[in-house]
């Protein structure tokens, strides 16, 4: 036999047999990759005997304000709940319609960033802006010369200078408003060279706001961009599958609900790969994810939303 013969099929057997670099690296399932931290159940809500109008249906959003109360839009519903850290609900605004306080099928909800409380009220074409209390302030509605009109809000972002952006749904765009609501950037889209979103789920920004991130199941990835709207990289990784739900933590790492695994993959400042957050298997999908930072215990809470459920979990990194 040959040199070269022999190692042809040496390269063939290493390339064919289980546990080889190559074969373990493309047929690795999300499940997997090791898990980065494990996720203790604490509570989850509504109970099972809380009140109709603590419920929700179909959740598509969470966020959490810095007090630690958690606002879930409801779809089904077209409603808007705010809840206690507890799980007890606070108030709830919404119905069908265009008024003041109705909605026609919510997606998003923003109230990390200020003092004001924001909605993607998706097929009203605009976004809502609230107070804490949820009393409404104004709204935001499309009718804007192009490049920046947009069609059915599907995601929103504030930044700590009070620009909003907002993903829409019409040619999968990104818009970019001043505090004044002026509009000064339109970027990514279906048409982009760079930066072409194909079916984005939803945006965040990081804590400096320096960077937006964008969920694209379609892609298997997470794209990024700058503050400008300038495309930067995307995110990808074999465990990232269907990328759902974002959140930017205190931790400075972002948060990656996976609609196709359940899981919730973890990338660092640097956006590399820290790891997975082991969860409880549900039949439920895991719609949207948030994370609590309690500067006084310590302790790092994680809020997985499916349509009709919040969970809570405390987590703890998993020692190698």
């Known amino acids: 036999m040959s040199k070269l013969l022999f190692f042809c ?36 809500f509504p109970a099972e005997i809380a009140p109709p109008e603590a419920r929700f249906t179909k959740a598509s959003a969470i966020d959490i304000d810095p007090e630690g109360r958690i606002y879930i839009v409801d779809r089904d519903r077209h409603r808007l709940l705010k809840f206690a850290p507890d799980g007890s609900l606070l108030r709830q605004i919404g119905g069908f319609g265009r008024g003041n306080e109705q909605f026609d099928d919510p997606r998003d909800v923003n109230a990390r960033t200020t003092l004001n409380v924001f909605v993607a009220d998706y097929n009203n074409n605009r976004v809502v802006r609230y107070d804490r209390s949820l009393n409404f302030l104004g709204a935001l509605n499309a009718g804007w010369p192009e490049p920046y009109d947009f069609e059915r809000v599907r995601s929103i972002a504030m930044s700590s200078q009070y620009d909003l952006f907002l993903l829409e749904d019409g040619t999968k765009k990104i818009v970019k408003f001043t505090r004044f609501a002026e509009p000064v950037a339109a970027f990514g889209g279906i048409y982009e060279t760079y930066g072409q979103l194909l079916d984005p789920q939803q945006i965040t920004l990081d804590d400096n706001s320096k960077r937006l991130f964008v969920s694209d199941p379609a892609q298997q990835t997470v794209l990024v961009f700058d503050y400008l709207g300038n495309f930067i990289t995307a995110i990808s990784h074999p465990a990232l599958q269907q990328p759902g739900g974002l959140f930017w933590g ?65 987590l703890e990194k998993i020692k190698p």
């Open 9 to 44: 099929l040496l390269l063939i057997g290493w390339l064919i047999i289980p546990g080889g670099a190559a074969f373990s690296q493309t047929a690795a399932r999300p499940g997997d990759w090791p898990a980065g931290w494990q996720a203790l159940p604490l509570h989850s």
């Open 250 to 314: 205190e931790d400075r790492q972002l948060y990656v609900a996976d609609l196709q695994s359940g899981a919730v993959l973890v990338f660092s400042e640097n956006l590399k790969f820290s790891g997975r957050i082991s969860l409880p298997e549900s039949a439920a999908p895991l719609v949207g994810v948030a994370v609590k930072h309690d500067r006084e215990s310590g302790t790092t809470l994680l809020y997985t939303l499916e349509p009709a459920l919040c969970r809570v979990f405390s």
